[in-house]
Each structure stands twice: as structure tokens, then as C-alpha cells.
């Protein structure tokens, strides 16, 4: 059975904006699937459950039966519920990776990850900015048992998406280099090769 890597971006952010972590998928031979999980007109969508309930059938629908799932900041909000909700339809989720997340206002991650409890979960994060809540969800996961916490130092908050991303400069804070964004993106590939590998 074949893993697809279905990778989710952040909040007002489209699937392209995950070029760099899909071409960095398909080199190690995995799938990579980017659904749109709403239109840039109508972002709060990100969010819906009854949204990302159809989303998953999508994704069943698609030929998904096996996968880890890769949310980027509010992406990782909506990933957690897509996962526990796959799971609930008979999908095999091999593993979540929470790169720089931030919960939703309806606490997706939150309500969610305790269906998670035996599924594998590493949360890759940047040092507390303006952008991931000042670490508010490195706090939240510090005494849950099971997730695999690793801030990179100096990383930002769009380095998934590539280092110099002048959205994330102005909004965030962020001064990382193209080395800084690189090491995110190994250590979230590397993620998603361990889960896939278990």
C-alpha cells in the first residue's frame, strides 16, 4: 500500500505554497496531494469541520487509504481534525506533522489530538514569533505523551515555504536563511520518512 503525504498550507495560504515540501516528498518517492481546503475569499472555511469532513472523502475518494499528514501553521489546526477524521473512516494515518501550527479559534488541535493518542505526532516549530502565538502550541505540548517536539533554532515561521518569504519578514519577524529553512524542510521530510517506515 502506497503512504500519500497529504500536505495542508496555513491560513490565506493556496496548495502552491507547498511546492518546495511536495517536490521535496516525490525525491524521497512519496505521493504528495495539496487540497485547497478553502477559497482565498472565504479563508475562515480553513477551519470548518463539516469542510474538511468532505475534504477527507476527497481524499478516500482520490484513492487515499494510507497517509501522513502535514499541516503548516492554521494548516496544522485543520490536519489534526483531517487526521483524526480519516482515521474514523478506515484510512491508515501513518503519522502527523505539525510544522510551526497554531491552533484554530475552535480549538481543532486541541479537541482532536486525543483521538491521535497512538498515532505518531511531531510538531517542527520556530522559536516563539508573532505569527505562531509566541509559541502557544509548544507550550500546549509539552505533557502530551507521544508527540515529538523540536524547535529549530532561528527558524521562522514560513520556512516551509522557502527562506526569504517577505509576508512572513513583515508579519512574523522571521530572519532565517536559506540554510534555516533548508533544515526545517529535512526535518519535516525526515518526519514523514520515519512515519512512513513504521
Known amino acids: 500500500m502506497v503512504t500519500t503525504v497529504v500536505a495542508l498550507p496555513g491560513f490565506t495560504r493556496g496548495p502552491g505554497h507547498l511546492d518546495r ?7 524521497v518517492g512519496l505521493p504528495c496531494v495539496r487540497p485547497a481546503l ?4 472565504m479563508p475562515i472555511l480553513y ?15 482520490g484513492g487515499v487509504s494510507s497517509a501522513v499528514i502535514v499541516g503548516h501553521s492554521a494548516g496544522a489546526a485543520a490536519g489534526t481534525y483531517l487526521a483524526a477524521y480519516l ?3 478506515g484510512v491508515d494515518v501513518r503519522g502527523l506533522v505539525l510544522v510551526d501550527g497554531v491552533d484554530s479559534p475552535n480549538h481543532l488541535i486541541a479537541s482532536s ?4 493518542h497512538d498515532v505518531p505526532v511531531a510538531a517542527i516549530l520556530a522559536p516563539p514569533s508573532p505569527c505562531n502565538r509566541n509559541g502557544a502550541l509548544q507550550r500546549s505540548l509539552l505533557d502530551v505523551p507521544g508527540v515529538q517536539v523540536a524547535v529549530i533554532d532561528g527558524a521562522g515561521h514560513g520556512d516551509i515555504e522557502g527562506a526569504g518569504r517577505g509576508v512572513y519578514r513583515r508579519a512574523c519577524g522571521d530572519t532565517s536563511d536559506a540554510d534555516t529553512a533548508d533544515a526545517v524542510l529535512r526535518s519535516v521530510v525526515g518526519a514523514i520518512v520515519t512515519f512512513v517506515r513504521r
Open 47 to 61: 477551519m470548518s469541520r463539516s469542510r474538511l469532513r468532505d475534504v477527507a472523502r476527497r481524499l478516500v475518494d
Open 87 to 89: 482515521r474514523d473512516i
Open 21 to 27: 515540501l511536495a517536490r521535496a516528498v516525490n525525491d
Open 38 to 41: 478553502a477559497p482565498r475569499w
Open 113 to 116: 489530538l486525543p483521538q491521535l
